[in-house]
């Protein structure tokens, strides 16, 4: 039986189709939920594994909607390039946590990476597709947890 439990989801999401290729990779690297901060999923032809049959999409106004509804002591983890973060490759992901993902375009505000409990980076020369990235991130849980 497998232990912990982790969501995955996108703050003001610049496209859908971002949303259905994170939704279709949650399915495949056993992520419990996806949401959306700022922004309303369309159903999209991206999403080819029907995973809105398996795992729940969730929709929030504001960043503070998310802090209150997430689950007991789950952890915040940011997903963005920052002086703070740490490297995915020496990240130790936390047994229960949400991932957070900013928009390809701005990014998650300051205002947001001061509120969470970890910032991460993934090492590359440019910046990544936002489902990209998402799904990196959940591969990464999924071997080193």
Known sequence: MKRGFFGIGIYHAKTETNIGTLWRSAHNFGA???FTIGRRYKHQA?????????IPLYHYDT?????????????IIAIEQSEKSVPLKSFNHPEQCI???????CGLPVEILEKVGKIVHIDS???????????????DRMVNK
Do not use: H, Q
Request: proline share 4%; hydrophobic share 45%; net charge negative.
């Open 99 to 105: 991932y957070l993902l900013g928009a390809e375009d």
């Open 46 to 54: 991206s999403d080819t594994t029907k995973a809105w049959k398996v």
């Open 63 to 75: 960043f503070e909607d998310l802090k209150i509804n997430i689950p007991n002591e789950a952890r």
């Open 32 to 34: 419990s939920f996806i």
């Open 125 to 139: 020369p440019m910046c990544l597709n936002v489902a990209v990235a998402g799904s990196i991130v959940m591969y």
